[in-house]
């Protein structure tokens, strides 16, 4: 029996500093889930909007027809977001990184994840040697959520719920769950970032491959249909 036949993917976010890809790409910070979720809650909405094209229409000699489909475009855009839990027991941690100081317990996993939030570092802030306030930047890290090969989507965390659930004698927590709430980021944010366009960009392709490969199969299967 193959060896190869327990190896799984893990699940992880990919991180780079506003803009997009680096062009050192030892700034890339790559955040694997040790544990994959079990469940991934996906929510699909069409924001709602249009309205004034309506009316612009109806003053500029348009049809109705004309003026309902100029309606429906601008309502065709869709949002999407994702909910999941990420699971860390520092027991697990230790086989892959004894050196990291065992006083700490996830301490350095929950950071890394809750730096997602913020505002990522200048380069004057890293050259500051701590008693002179510097400015940071306002924009957050681009942001990849990679779950698998065939599915990665550019992100912003938009909650994170942290369940401390037993700690160490230092009182740092040893076992944790994460409930990490994210939306997928739209096009105007792919203007100026390359890895939110490429992201967003394989997403759609895939998305259109996987329904026609669908529908082709479904349109050679007897079904009993209405003959529509």
């Not at 890809?21 to 469940?39: A, M, V």
């Not at 994170?160 to 009182?171: F, G, R």
């Not at 970032?193 to 895939?206: G, I, S, T, W, Y």
């Amino acid at each position: 029996m193959s060896s190869n036949q327990y190896k799984y993917l893990r699940g992880a976010f990919i991180a780079y500093d506003p803009g997009g890809y680096p062009d050192d790409d030892s700034k890339k910070r790559t955040i694997p889930f040790r544990f994959n979720p079990e469940g991934l809650t996906r929510s699909l909405t069409v924001e709602q909007g249009g309205a004034s094209g309506g009316t612009e229409g109806a003053t500029t000699g348009e049809s109705s027809s004309e003026t309902e489909q100029a309606a429906d475009a601008a309502l065709g855009s869709v949002g999407e977001s994702f909910s999941l839990l990420i699971r860390l027991d520092f027991h697990d941690r230790v086989q892959a990184a004894d050196d990291l100081d065992a006083e700490l317990g996830l301490l350095p996993e929950l950071a890394a994840l809750e730096d997602l939030l913020h505002a990522a570092p200048s380069e004057s802030e890293d050259a500051s040697d701590g008693r002179e306030p510097v400015e940071q930047r306002s924009a957050r890290p681009t942001l990849l959520f990679v779950w698998g090969r065939k599915r990665v989507f550019p992100v912003r965390i938009t909650a994170m719920e942290i369940n401390e659930t037993l700690h160490n004698s230092e009182l740092a927590p040893t076992r944790a769950e994460v409930q990490v709430s994210l939306s997928v980021v739209g096009d105007a944010e792919a203007r100026d970032n390359r890895a939110v366009a490429d992201a967003l960009a394989f997403r759609q392709r895939n998305r259109r491959r996987w329904a026609q490969l669908f529908l082709d199969r479904t349109a050679q299967q007897n079904t009993n249909i209405l003959p529509l």
